[in-house]
């Protein structure tokens, strides 16, 4: 039973949170995977928040309730070290993009579709517009120092023919596919095996835990899922975030002295 044969012939007001679990019921039925129906009903919920703050279709969204065994996830990410290494065996061009998305979180979509004028170089911050975040919110993130080089470096070339911060030496759009391939290449080189380009989100994620930043406030560095966590981390100011990504700062800071550091002594006692 897909999405269309669900709500396909129903108006916004008769997609009810009964109908919305009657279609979950009958995915369950057909064996689907707990991930499946969610990523479905995540394009449900963007499509009525689009309608929602876009038309003024709708007051409220219907509540979506997702399955909890869906929630486990993959957690793999990158140690510094594997991450320095991953960045010696990418080209030029992917070096930046996988970079942004490592610092940043946001998801390969995200980095490749970013405007120049979406990014603030002297607030030292990204914005998203609603359309490009799976709960329909604008999101401006605070951006941490490595990733700010990137981008401060690829904003001194501006492409006549391209908006985009990353883009060919021709001004011509990268592609996922191109960035899949050229990543995967890299990944090869490297010796890195079970890793994937989502998984840099996660290595933001860890190395934020890691630094001692706590739950909530990666979870609104992140961008919250719903309006519901919205609401529940409203109170966290870009201040505070601000302050967390000084925190992460400071940590790999500590962590690529100690790098360096033993590099060199290896150096010095080699033949």
Same mark, same amino acid.
């Given at each position: 039973?897909?999405?269309?044969?669900?709500?396909?012939?129903?108006? /916004?007001?008769? *997609?009810?949170?009964?109908?919305?679990? #009657? @279609?979950?019921?009958?995915?369950?039925? #057909?064996?689907?995977?707990?991930?499946?129906?969610?990523?479905? &009903?995540?394009?449900?919920?963007?499509?009525?928040?689009?309608?929602?703050?876009?038309?003024?279709?709708?007051?409220?969204?219907?509540?979506?309730?997702?399955?909890?065994?869906?929630?486990?996830?993959? !957690?793999?990410?990158?140690?510094?070290?594997?991450?320095?290494? /991953?960045?010696?065996?990418?080209?030029?061009?992917?070096?930046? *993009?996988?970079?942004?998305?490592?610092?940043?979180? &946001?998801?390969?979509?995200?980095?490749?579709?970013?405007?120049?004028?979406?990014?603030?170089?002297?607030?030292?911050?990204?914005?998203?517009?609603?359309?490009?975040?799976?709960?329909?919110?604008?999101? *401006?993130?605070?951006?941490?120092?490595?990733? !700010?080089?990137?981008?401060? #470096?690829?904003?001194?070339?501006?492409? *006549?023919?391209?908006?985009?911060?990353?883009?060919? #030496?021709?001004?011509?759009?990268?592609?996922?596919?191109?960035?899949?391939?050229?990543?995967?290449?890299? /990944?090869?080189?490297?010796?890195?095996?079970?890793?994937? @380009?989502?998984?840099?989100?996660?290595?933001?994620?860890?190395?934020?835990?890691?630094?001692?930043?706590?739950?909530?406030? !990666?979870?609104?560095?992140?961008?919250?899922?719903?309006?519901?966590?919205?609401?529940?981390?409203?109170?966290?100011?870009?201040?505070? &975030?601000?302050?967390?990504?000084?925190?992460?700062?400071?940590?790999?800071?500590?962590?690529?002295?100690?790098?360096?550091?033993?590099?060199?002594?290896?150096?010095?006692?080699?033949?």
């Amino acid at each position: 039973m897909c999405l269309e044969n669900c709500v396909g012939n129903q108006t /916004l007001a008769q *997609i009810t949170p009964a109908l919305i679990d #009657e @279609f979950k019921q009958k995915r369950k039925g #057909e064996k689907d995977k707990p991930a499946t129906i969610v990523r479905t &009903l995540n394009i449900l919920k963007r499509m009525l928040n689009l309608a929602k703050k876009r038309r003024m279709w709708l007051r409220e969204v219907p509540p979506i309730e997702m399955e909890r065994q869906a929630d486990t996830k993959r !957690l793999r990410y990158l140690s510094y070290e594997e991450y320095h290494k /991953l960045l010696k065996h990418c080209e030029a061009w992917l070096k930046g *993009i996988v970079t942004v998305a490592a610092w940043t979180g &946001l998801r390969k979509g995200n980095v490749l579709n970013r405007k120049r004028d979406q990014v603030n170089i002297f607030a030292k911050t990204i914005s998203l517009d609603g359309s490009e975040t799976k709960n329909g919110e604008n999101l *401006i993130i605070p951006v941490a120092a490595p990733a !700010l080089e990137v981008l401060k #470096e690829v904003s001194r070339v501006v492409h *006549i023919n391209s908006p985009y911060v990353f883009c060919h #030496e021709d001004g011509k759009k990268i592609t996922p596919m191109q960035v899949q391939r050229a990543f995967k290449e890299a /990944l090869k080189k490297a010796e890195i095996q079970d890793f994937r @380009f989502h998984d840099l989100r996660h290595c933001f994620a860890s190395w934020n835990r890691q630094a001692g930043v706590d739950l909530d406030t !990666l979870a609104d560095l992140m961008g919250p899922k719903d309006t519901r966590m919205t609401r529940r981390y409203a109170h966290i100011g870009p201040k505070h &975030l601000a302050s967390a990504i000084s925190q992460l700062e400071k940590s790999y800071g500590e962590i690529s002295t100690n790098l360096a550091q033993s590099n060199e002594k290896e150096l010095q006692h080699s033949p």
